[in-house]
């Protein structure tokens, strides 16, 4: 890799720059609640002044990578400034009171990316229709991951939001999976992890009905797990329309196993990697072999002049 291959340019009030960047520009996307995340360093240079709000673009071999704005820029001693830059996600965490009524998820991300004036991609249909929320004080963020989480519960179907060069686009996770192989001759190190902080083998629904003052209670439980861990409750509410045992069964599907992770280092990098594509892992992690596609939950991509690496969190199958 040479500074040939990564083109980063800003646009300003008075026309585009291209700064004299240096070394370490990353890319990092997260799966869930968090935008899409730049940083790079430049020299300072009282020709091509740039500020806070200004448009970032970056493109690796003529390939789109990043297309955000400057919200930090840091100024030491020798001149040396360090940027940092989101995607449109970072509008996300706007908070604001909405009540809608009779809609699906995606139609929900359309609405308030209209009402905040962010563009919109590709919007695939989720399809279950949500009877009707109240989100008060909550950010954008928080509304679209409860939409998203009630469709995952009631269709096992799981969407990705992310930003692609400046449209928001969501898709479903069976859609973004590339042919991209990670194996022990790519990684550097690699480290795994297996937890029940946030396991469940026993979930419990209530729907409180105070016209009658009574409540219907739904429970579904693994008893094995019971005796392995003890109890671990999950405890929920029933919406309007939803039926009770199958949002029980579903969220003890989800939440009734060890959850696993595996952070890979160093492996050469590829732009098309982002939070929420699937990627093909070929590893021996000692009580388990791995040989079949994983969720990639964070990427964080590394551009030096010598070298372009990844460093990526997955789950998926055995790694959940």
Known sequence: MNNLDIELGIKTTNGAIAPAVLEGVTWTTERRGAPGKLTFKCLFDENNIFEEGDLVTVKYKGQKVFYGFIFTINRDKDKILSVTAYDQLRYLK????????????????????????????????????????????????????????????????????YDDFGKLTLKNIENMKLDFIVDASMSQNFSYKSSIENSANTVKIVKSDSNAGKREIYIAKDSSNINKWGVLQHYDTLGEKENGKMKADALLQLHNRKFKSLDIKNIFGDVRVRAGSSIIVVLDLGDVKVSNYMLVESAKHIFNNQEYLMNLTVRGADIQ
């Open 94 to 161: 706007n908070k604001d009171v909405y009540e809608y009524r009779n809609k699906k998820a995606s139609e929900v991300i359309t609405m308030l990316a209209n009402d905040f004036q962010l563009q919109l991609g590709e919007i695939e249909d989720t399809k279950f229709i949500i009877p009707k929320r109240l989100e008060d004080g909550v950010s954008l963020f928080d509304i679209i991951l409860t939409a998203l989480g009630i469709t995952l519960q009631n269709t096992k179907k799981m969407y990705v939001l």
